[in-house]
């Protein structure tokens, strides 16, 4: 999450427009120069959107609002259409709250790691709340980068009035390569956070993890090469990393 990162001003504007145009904001904001460079091209964004998805990325041609009328139930878990399960990151959904929209206002709800589980849409539409989900509050001018595929739900909310979250994507045109800028102090292994609840079993999560990391990196067959050494399979404990007495459950 990047948070409070569009000025105030485009906030404003951008909130103005949709009372005024309503639907079809594809056909209307995406043409908007000040939308475009403080928004979709914000600075702070783009960065991440290009190390993610390479160069030569493609800019939003959608602009859905998720425009809420406060209050309302809780949406059932689901993922947009389209979706694939896999290590290949092709592509990246944004969220973007233009008014503060706290928990009152049921902002979105997402499950972390989900993007690594697969279950039919007819089953996830039976689950209620999961230990682990995250609801996107925050602050005006926040914006969301998830994986496309991940399992998210329209949030509970109390309070009465109007919740809006521009809901976009960009994607990839180029093979995944390791372009980005390289920080000789960036630890690539911390300490395993066995506090954070996993959606997955057996470690499955780990492995899941590591080879989209190898797999943006562009060199998937090392990933390969390395599964049997030292520190794989990843159920047994690293010295150092894990508990010694992590399996005792």
């Not at 899941?208 to 797999?215: C, F, H, L, P, R």
Request: aromatic share 14%; glycine share 8%; with cysteine.
């Amino acid at each position: 999450m990047l948070e409070d990162v569009v000025p105030d001003e485009i906030n404003q504007r951008t909130t103005q427009f949709i009372d005024q145009y309503g639907k079809g904001l594809h056909r209307t904001l995406l043409k908007k120069d000040w939308f475009i460079d403080n928004v979709l091209l914000n600075s702070q964004v783009i960065g991440v959107i290009r190390s993610l998805l390479g160069a030569n990325f493609r800019l939003p041609v959608k602009l859905p609002n998720h425009r809420a009328n406060c209050p309302l139930p809780v949406q059932a878990w689901h993922r947009d259409g389209g979706a694939r399960y896999g290590c290949e990151l092709n592509h990246v959904q944004v969220f973007y709250y233009p008014q503060d929209t706290p928990v009152e206002l049921g902002p979105t709800e997402v499950l972390p790691g989900s993007h690594f589980l697969f279950s039919l849409g007819s089953w996830m539409g039976h689950y209620g709340s999961i230990r682990g989900s995250v609801l996107t509050s925050a602050p005006a001018g926040s914006i969301y980068i998830t994986v496309y595929s991940i399992w998210h739900r329209r949030g509970f909310s109390t309070a009465t009035g109007i919740r809006n979250m521009l809901k976009y994507k960009y994607w990839r045109t180029s093979p995944p390569t390791r372009d980005w800028i390289l920080e000789p102090d960036f630890d690539h292994r911390p300490s395993g956070q066995f506090d954070i609840p996993s959606v997955q079993q057996q470690h499955r999560n780990w492995y899941d993890a590591a080879e989209m990391y190898y797999w943006l990196c562009g060199g998937q067959e090392e990933f390969e090469a390395m599964v049997g050494s030292k520190e794989w399979p990843p159920g047994y404990a690293v010295p150092g990393q894990m508990p010694a007495n992590h399996h005792n459950f």
